[in-house]
T-cell receptor
Framework: DQQVKQNSPSLSVQEGRISILNCDYT??????FLWYKKYPAEGPTFLIS?????DKNEDGRFTVFLNKSAKHLSLHIVPSQPGDSAVYFC???????????????FGQGTILTVHP | DGGITQSPKYLFRKEGQNVTLSCEQN?????MYWYRQDPGQGLRLIYY???????QKGDIAEGYSVSREKKESFPLTVTSAQKNPTAFYLC????????????FGEGSRLTVL
């Protein structure tokens, strides 16, 4: 049972435009959502996170939006740069006190390509 | 420099052999994790440990074993019972403060010949 899903395997955008990466989840008990960026043959690096009690978090060019009623989150990158080309994973953390606390459940990833 | 070190980066194994992947962290994190990455399947949790001398199975623990004798170290053994061991293995650690983000190592690529 895939609790965190990224339904778009890939996304291609032009440099300077907005990139929107989407993620859906099924478990309403997740308390934090995170986005990671990964280059081939390297470990993922943390980008940005959002608490389940917020609906938006912004950090420079990166903004994450959370829609709890729809169980959907998205990562916006504005403006997109060629160096943003990588695989992006969304992840969700089990709530404190639960047996899954601390564990991150990852989506399948979306390959973002930003063309110059 | 604080971080997570995985070794070896590349490893080749013959069928039937056990191999052990090393993971060391100097971030003073309590929790450590092993994930496996396969194309199109994202990151799947193999084992995790929230405290020394304790660990739990993740979603795909069959054919793997771990130990957590020291806070800094969380080695993963890929046994001959693992049916499809060829993959990219990632070790991570975290605290429980804030969003509890995971810090990942550079990964180990295991290829079974």
């Amino acid at each position: 049972d895939q609790q965190v899903k990224q339904n778009s395997p890939s996304l291609s955008v032009q440099e300077g435009r907005i990139s929107i990466l989407n993620c859906d989840y099924t478990n309403s008990m997740f308390d934090y959502f995170l986005w990671y960026k990964k280059y081939p043959a390297e470990g993922p690096t943390f980008l940005i996170s959002i608490s389940s009690i917020k609906d938006k978090n912004e950090d420079g060019r990166f903004t994450v939006f959370l829609n709890k009623s729809a169980k959907h989150l998205s990562l916006h990158i504005v403006p997109s740069q060629p160096g943003d080309s990588a695989v992006y994973f969304c992840a969700a953390r089990g709530e404190a006190g639960g047996t899954s606390y601390g564990k991150l459940t990852f989506g399948q990833g979306t390959i973002l390509t930003v063309h110059p | 420099d604080g971080g997570i070190t995985q070794s070896p980066k590349y490893l080749f194994r013959k069928e039937g052999q056990n191999v052990t992947l090393s993971c060391e962290q100097n971030l003073n994190h309590d929790a450590m994790y092993w994930y496996r990455q396969d194309p199109g399947q994202g990151l799947r949790l193999i084992y995790y440990s929230q405290i020394v001398n304790d660990f739990q199975k993740g979603d795909i623990a069959e054919g793997y074993s771990v130990s957590r004798e020291k806070k800094e170290s969380f080695p993963l053994t890929v046994t001959s019972a693992q049916k499809n061991p060829t993959a990219f293995y990632l070790c991570a650690s975290s605290t429980y403060r804030g969003s509890g983000e995971l810090f990942f190592g550079e990964g180990s690529r295991l290829t079974v010949l």
